[in-house]
């Protein structure tokens, strides 16, 4: 098992649920990078996304393409971030997840990409604009380096695709809970529950909710149907404010009082 894998079976063992804060790599200067993992880590983070900047990001909210441009004009570089990482894993434990569009990876190169990240010690990647159809591309290369590739599924998603999609996976899939881009929510869509609650159902895999959490009130109200929740706006705005305080306030308050149902 990878670092993934024995975090979530530890959370079960425990009967805890996940929390995986997101950061954009460069926003802030690339020489934060570690300090903010080790940060991150210290407030109880699981695991820690860590987002690598790109022009075109078709996923993104305004947030979080406005900390993309400023850690592209502070002139950010896959290869620069997986280097901060390599540094800052002798200090981290927590399993560090790439986020990455398809296109730096494949200006990387495949090969070199995926030799460069197990080497930094990345624990799994995320490609939300990498279909299942074309994973043969890069899937069996980070499975073979035992970095997990983090598959994910929308409201959109038909079930008998969602079955397939799970059953592919060995860390946790990723379940989108807007129709949308990513970016903070007051409220979501009146089926969401139920919809967690069936991919829980299919999925032989821990199931994480993403895309649009920004207190602690909604973090807990998702994780009463999956295993815990991954949350990237709001992380990357309390950053961007210098706001630590109400940082640790929203990961110490998850951390207190989540429960695996």
Known sequence: MNRIEQTFSLLKESS?????????AGDGGLDCLKDRLTLLEKFGATAIEVGVPFSDPVADGPTIQRAGIRALENGTTLKAIISEIEKARKEVSVPIILMTYLNPIYCYGVKDFVRDIKKAGVDGCIIPD????????????????????????????????????ASKGRGFLYSVTIKGITGTRNEYDSDLNRFLNDVKQVS???????????????????????????????????????????????MSVFKQESKIG
């Open 16 to 24: 805890r649920k996940a929390f995986v804060p997101y950061i954009m």
């Open 130 to 165: 990498l279909p299942i159809e074309e994973e043969e591309m890069i899937a069996p290369q980070l499975e073979e380096a035992n970095v997990e590739l983090i598959r994910l599924v929308t409201l959109t998603t038909p079930m008998d695709r969602i079955k397939t999609i």
């Open 204 to 250: 032989p895999i821990p199931v994480l909710a993403g895309f649009g959490v920004s207190n602690e009130k909604q973090a807990l109200e998702l994780t009463t149907n999956c295993d815990g929740v991954i949350v990237g706006s709001k992380i990357v705005e309390l950053f961007e404010k210098n706001n630590l305080a109400e940082l640790e306030k929203l």
